[in-house]
C-alpha cells in the first residue's frame, strides 16, 4: 500500500477519516516547483466506492495539520484503481 499526502480544499473534518474523496484540481500545477494543482475535494466525502482516494490521517507536520483551515495535509491511498476497489468509506 502507498500512502502519499495531498492538500485538501477546505477544512478537513476528522469525523471524515476513513471516508472516500475525489480530487480537485484548483490550479494548473507548477513544472517548476513541481507542485501539483490536485487537492482533495472535502465536499464530496462519503462512502462511494467510485471515489479515488481513502482518507486515512491527517499529516503530522505540524505547520499543515490544523483541521480547521482549508490547506490540511491529510494520508490518504488510492481507493479505486485498476488492481481493485478498497471498499465503501466510512464518511
Known sequence: MVIFEIQANAAMPVADLFGNFDIVYTTAGSTTTG?????LNVSDGATGTTLSLKAI??????EN??????????RVVIQNHIFGVKGAGLA
Not at 495539520?65 to 482549508?70: G, I, K, N, Q, R
Request: hydrophobic share 35%; charged share 25%; glycine share 4%.
Open 57 to 62: 490521517d491527517i499529516s503530522e507536520d505540524p
Open 65 to 74: 495539520s490544523d483541521v480547521a483551515t482549508a490547506n490540511t495535509n491529510v
Open 35 to 39: 507542485i501539483s494543482g490536485a487537492e
